[in-house]
């Protein structure tokens, strides 16, 4: 038996130990990808993504975190409203680690933290609102969650993007009940939207018949002021002409021989006239005698000349 094979034994496996430590030292990491290194008990660095040699036996890769954003689910829990109302909430909330050595050491772990104080702050917000408004303002309510979390875990090295609330779980008597509220709140406001039409409708018929109305009586007031300015015109001008007439017929009256033609045309005028009234089995009785011609020449004449 060869007396150096124990010893030639143990330096096989102690040079066996210093490669697989040496192959251990050496650490890839990849993108996203957070290592926390601990040199002897302690905190000594982190390494990102790239490629990074640990010293043997000193160093070593204590904690490992992902730096990608991960939605995370929010156990279901029940809540109280304002109004006493039991419902029941559950959500995602969405976070990431930005800072790997306040991840390790600042918390035992993140996640569970993160949750809890996410279902915490949901409960204190739905206990200030109205079973009502739980519903309308779902927007300020994740939106108040995730500024109380994201507060809480800075301290953790963990950013909290966003909360979205899943399902809001109501019991089915309360169900029935904001049924039947919601039923009677849309007949309201379509009998309020039908009278409101019924409204506008007569106002707007009346408006029509004013206009009309008005539009009428200024067609005619219209029609009257032209009739009245164009009998007045007519009369205007009968007037003037009857006028000229008269002016004419007393410069010919003054001329040589001017009675004498006017006593003619009296005459005339006066024969004309009883000849309309001379029909058939009619009476007409005159104040001269028409067949002296002579004599009713004379008369009319006179009576020019007085």
């Given at each position: 038996?060869?007396?150096f094979l124990p010893l030639m034994v143990l330096i096989f496996l102690f040079g066996v130990v210093i490669l697989v430590s040496l192959i251990r030292s050496v650490r890839i990491v990849p993108g996203k990808v957070a290592l926390v290194v601990e040199r002897l008990g302690k905190y000594s660095r982190t390494l990102e993504a790239g490629f990074h040699v640990l010293?043997?036996?000193?160093?070593?890769?204590?904690y490992r975190h992902g730096l990608k954003e991960v939605a995370v689910d929010v156990p279901a829990q029940d809540c109280f409203t304002q109004d006493n109302v039991k419902v029941r909430v559950d959500g995602v909330l969405y976070m990431k680690v930005v800072d790997a050595r306040r991840a390790s050491y600042g918390i035992t772990n993140y996640q569970y933290a993160t949750i809890q104080l996410a279902q915490t702050t949901?409960?204190?917000?739905?206990?200030?609102?109205?079973?009502?408004?739980?519903?309308?303002?779902r927007d300020a309510i994740n939106a108040e969650v995730v500024k109380a979390v994201d507060e809480a875990a800075d301290a953790w090295g963990v950013k909290v993007s966003r909360y979205e609330i899943q399902n809001i779980n109501v019991p089915s008597g309360i169900l029935e009940a904001m049924e039947v509220q919601m039923r009677a709140e849309r007949e309201k406001r379509a009998?309020?939207?039908?009278?409101?039409?019924?409204?506008?409708?007569k106002i707007n018929y009346s408006?029509?018949?004013?206009?009309?109305?008005?539009?009428?009586?200024?067609?005619?007031?219209e029609k009257m002021i032209n009739e009245a300015e164009g009998k007045a015109q007519e009369i205007l001008s009968l007037a003037r002409a009857t006028a000229d007439g008269i002016k004419m017929v007393a410069?010919?009256?003054?001329?040589?021989?001017?009675?004498?033609?006017?006593?003619?045309?009296?005459?005339?005028?006066?024969?004309?006239?009883?000849?309309?009234?001379?029909?058939?089995?009619?009476?007409?009785?005159?104040?001269?005698?028409v067949t002296d011609m002579a004599a009713m020449m004379t008369k009319v004449e006179r009576m020019v000349k007085e």
């Open positions: 038996m060869n007396p010293v043997p036996f000193i160093e070593r890769v204590k949901m409960r204190s917000v739905i206990g200030r609102l109205e079973l009502d408004k739980t519903f309308e303002e009998a309020i939207a039908r009278s409101l039409g019924e409204k506008e409708s408006q029509a018949e004013m206009e009309e109305a008005v539009n009428r009586s200024e067609g005619v007031k410069r010919s009256v003054a001329n040589q021989g001017g009675e004498d033609a006017l006593a003619l045309r009296v005459a005339e005028g006066y024969i004309e006239e009883l000849s309309k009234l001379a029909k058939q089995q009619t009476r007409v009785v005159v104040p001269m005698d």
